[in-house]
């Protein structure tokens, strides 16, 4: 059942990673489209596409924090001893963006708009650059098992700033992806185009990113280099091969396609990662099953997932088939 | 936000050489939490109000309703917005302020968060439906998919405090050399406590939510735009508060004697009681000190009447606590006071839902008077301050502990770091945010003023570009 229950949280972190992280990368794109008139559309798409479904997106954040402090309250403490700053900046990101891109969008004078828009798009940068740190850090083993580990070398090291960036990059490669398919959609081929141009853009930064992975990783975190390598090398694969097929559709301008191999390309990295620590929580030092709360704990996690799947799973395909569907 | 009291707390507690996190980590929890449960009514409450008028305007064919309808969700969607990312950091700070309590206790603690994680994403994904699918959605299949959110809203409302209850009451654990190693998971939720304070808040939504919707229209009509459009904004959620308030009062009755019974050290500060005694009168207002509660007005036998029914009753006083554990006084008499104000201000509300029946029975409230309307322009302000003293009774009222019995506050506090630069920095973004939601809403009640419902996104003011996307 332990390991079950982290299966699930490495199931909801890839979810937020994607749908999260796409709504995230959107300020990317915010932040650089310009001046109030030249940005004028893309805001608008972004704030079309994101209105409806950012809430419910960044719920699999909630889910995450929720069964690891109850399924793993060890691993928890340990995180939130050692990676306190990180954590605070992203929280306070999170309250930002989500209240700029609220605020901005019922504002009515362009000097409220562009105060709103500025801290959201700005928040959504730094907010998955802090979650990427934060996942360097654990995965480099810089969070010990007792927690009270070092608050600033933990996440500002190699591994922590090569995460935080993946993690800005590969949020601005979705959301274009994604915002791409939702101006082909709306059939404005102006957009479409400004899109496309920033998701081939994000795509090959972060491919170059990706490729100092090694180097980085084996400096810096040879443990978890080397597990990479064993273990986690098929997802990797999956990943590399799915982002240069997604840069491809992108070229030839397949959007849907284009998006699906997107997900996948992201989504196998955090496979990969998950995969890479297995049977470790933390590092390569707490096991799963040392960190998990005790058995009657983690049924009802699993019967608590099992309620999500049934209630949770179909409402959010009729709100995304609705908001695909342009009913919303 | 009565910010004062949990400040004097905090400092207080900080002063008897406690951790030197202690106050800043309470204060930010104060704030935070203080910010908000203002909120939370809003997310619980206000779609259902919403939903009474849509209702009307499909039933009735009543475009006055419709209207009002559709502005409320856009409002709710801004104070949606916060709340969500507001309680995201609440989740955010069970970790960085108090581990001690998320690593003892997690296993047990951490079960109803995450039931009410589910809750949570079914309103977030409802929500979006209702609020987004005004214009495409067929009326009535719309209307329905505010259901999910009413329903959710209170399973979201009774996990959040069924892990607060359970502080005030643990059970179904059980402890092996201060580790869990075994979970009732159906008594961690339904503790002894559970019933009262999730009913409670759950009135309180509502009681919040009617009064400060109403006072908006309240205000609208002071400022002479007395048409059926202003009345209705007044009437519906005005309805919904009168209802709820006299269910609280009793309700609020029923849990004072629970405390009584379940937690007798939060009763004892409460009334400010030092010696267990009989005949306890019940003292209004005063100051605890030296064991002893001063300049208060006092009523001879009410708090044995109250509690037993009988001047017999025997009430518990403060000295039966071990001194270790006993809260000082100052924290005594935050506890009374905020009781005190608590139910003063309930009353208060139960005057104006008993002023709003009789006017209605006499006139139907065809022309409401200005002090009538000038009390419900206030009355939204008098529930969010019944709401937050009741939030300091029962968090102050466990002092010093933060699992009643079984975690000092003191040993859950976060050890690591400085934790005075996160709460500066909460007081100065949530400034801003509370900022920013004024202008925002500002916006919203300018733009409707002058007619206009549609936006004009992102347009330089001079040269507005249509809207490329709808």
Known sequence: ??????????????????????????????????????????????????????????????????????GFPAAFVAITTTLYVPLGIAAFGIVLRGSGFAFRKVSFRTAEQRVNGAVFATSSVLTPFCFGAVAGAIASGRVPSGGHGDPMASWLSPTGVLGGVLAVLTCGY??????????????????????????????????????????VLHADAPRLYDRLLHVGWPALVVSAVAGALALAATLRGARVVARA???????????????????????????????AAPPATMTTLGVVTLAAAVLVGPSLVVLYRLAVRGRL | MPLAAPAAAGWLIASASEPSQLLPAREQMAFTLGFHIILVPFGVAFTFITMIANYRA????????????????????????????????????????WPGLM??????????????????????????????????????????????????????????????????????????????????????????AFWYEALHML?????????????????????????????????????????????????????????????????????????????????????????????????????????????????RGLQDIPPAVRPTDRLVTIVHLSFDVMVGTGFLLLGLALWFAWSWWRTRAADPGRWFLRAVAVSG?????????????????????????????????????????????????????TVGAWYAL???????????????????????VPASTR
């Open chain 1, 1 to 70: 059942m332990n390991t079950t229950i982290a299966g699930v949280l490495l199931v909801a972190v890839v979810l937020y990673g994607v749908f999260g992280g796409a709504d995230f990368g959107t300020g990317l794109w915010d932040l650089t489209a310009g001046g109030a008139r030249r940005g004028a559309r893309p805001r608008a798409l972004i704030d079309h596409s994101l209105g409806p479904v950012w809430e419910a997106n960044h719920t699999w954040l909630i889910f995450i924090l929720v069964v690891l402090w109850t």
């Open chain 1, 174 to 215: 979705l959301a274009a992806v994604f915002l791409a398919a939702d101006a082909d959609r709306l059939g404005d081929a102006e957009l479409e185009q400004w899109t496309r141009r920033r998701a081939l853009l994000s795509a090959v930064l972060t491919g170059a990113a990706a490729l100092s992975g090694p180097f």
């Open chain 1, 261 to 291: 191999l997107g997900v996948v390309a992201v989504a196998a990295v955090l496979v990969g990662w998950g995969v890479g620590q297995y049977p470790y929580l933390l590092g390569t030092h707490l096991r799963i099953a040392d960190a």
């Open chain 2, 58 to 97: 499909l039933r009735h064919d009543d475009a006055e309703a419709l209207l009002l309808a559709q502005r409320w969700s856009k409002v709710a969607a801004v104070l949606f917005a916060v709340g969500a990312v507001s309680g995201t950091v609440l989740s955010f700070e069970m970790g960085l302020l």
């Open chain 2, 103 to 192: 690593g003892r206790f997690g296993a047990a603690y951490g079960i109803p968060f995450a039931v009410e994680g589910i809750f949570f994403f079914l309103e977030a994904i409802f929500v979006a439906i209702y609020i987004y699918g005004w214009d495409r959605l067929p009326p009535w299949p719309h209307f329905w998919s505010g259901l999910p959110v009413v329903l959710s809203g209170v399973g979201g409302t009774f996990s959040v405090v069924a892990a607060n209850s359970w502080m005030n009451a643990p059970s179904g654990i059980t402890l092996r050399d201060g580790k869990i190693v075994d979970v009732d998971v159906w008594r961690v939720f339904f503790n002894d």
């Open chain 2, 203 to 315: 009135l309180a939504a509502y009681v919040v939510a009617g009064f400060a919707v109403a006072g908006v229209y309240a205000v609208g009509m002071l400022r002479g735009r007395r048409d059926r459009y202003h009345r209705m904004g007044l009437l519906v959620p005005l309805t919904v508060g009168a209802v709820a308030i006299p269910l609280q009062i009793v309700m609020g009755d029923v849990i004072a004697r629970e405390v009584f019974k379940s937690e007798p050290a939060k009763f004892a500060a409460i009334e400010g009681l030092s010696r267990t005694s009989t005949h306890v009168p019940e003292v209004l207002g005063g100051v605890f000190r030296d064991g002893e509660l001063r300049y208060g007005l006092s009523i001879p036998d009410g708090a044995s009447l109250l509690s037993g029914f009988s001047s017999d009753t025997r009430i």
């Open chain 2, 381 to 433: 302000a008098v529930a969010v301050i019944a709401l937050e003293t009741g939030w300091i009774v029962t968090e102050v009222g466990r002092q010093p502990w933060t699992v009643s019995g079984l975690l000092l506050t003191r040993d859950a506090v976060q050890r690591s770091g400085n934790v005075w630069p996160l709460f500066g920095g909460a007081i100065a973004i949530y400034a801003g945010v």
């Open chain 2, 442 to 464: 500002r916006a919203l009640r300018r733009r409707w003023a002058a007619g206009a419902d549609s936006s004009t996104p992102y347009a330089p003011d001079d040269d507005p």
